[in-house]
Nanobody
Framework: VQLQASGGGLVQAGGSLRLSCTAS????????MGWFRQAPGKEREFVAT????????DYADSMKGRFTISRDNAKNLVVLQMNNLKPEDTAVYYC?????????????????WGQGTQVTVSS
């Protein structure tokens, strides 16, 4: 059971990045998935979540309208499209697989975590 996040990098404010998370096992097509982030000196915070079939999504307030989460179960892939990035979005971004099939906004709702990918937004 493994999650691999990729797509991070350095971008200027106002730019975009597309984060991908691939799962090593097909079981994740039955799990809700989510993205969290952690900035230096801060606690890990919720970013976005999606249900097992993609029908339900939820976002942290500061990401609504800028970030979009989607998934392709045939490819074991979850994507976080991030637009209009701001310097305060700088953090390590983690993908995670939920304990249930639904979306989850709390880290306690997740059983498996990827290794994280660094996103740096310059002003």
């Amino acid at each position: 059971v493994q999650l691999q996040a990729s797509g991070g990098g350095l971008v200027q404010a106002g730019g975009s990045l597309r984060l991908s998370c691939t799962a090593s096992r097909r079981m994740f097509s039955n799990n809700g998935m989510g993205w969290f982030r952690q900035a230096p000196g801060k606690e890990r915070e919720f970013v976005a979540t999606i249900s097992w079939n993609g029908a339900y999504t939820d976002y942290a307030d500061s990401m609504k309208g800028r970030f979009t989460i989607s998934r392709d179960n045939a490819k074991n892939l979850v994507v976080l499209q991030m637009n209009n990035l701001k310097p305060e979005d700088t953090a390590v971004y983690y993908c995670a697989a939920a304990r249930s099939s639904g979306p989850a906004t709390s880290a306690r709702g997740y059983a498996y975590w990827g290794q994280g990918t660094q996103v740096t937004v310059s002003s």
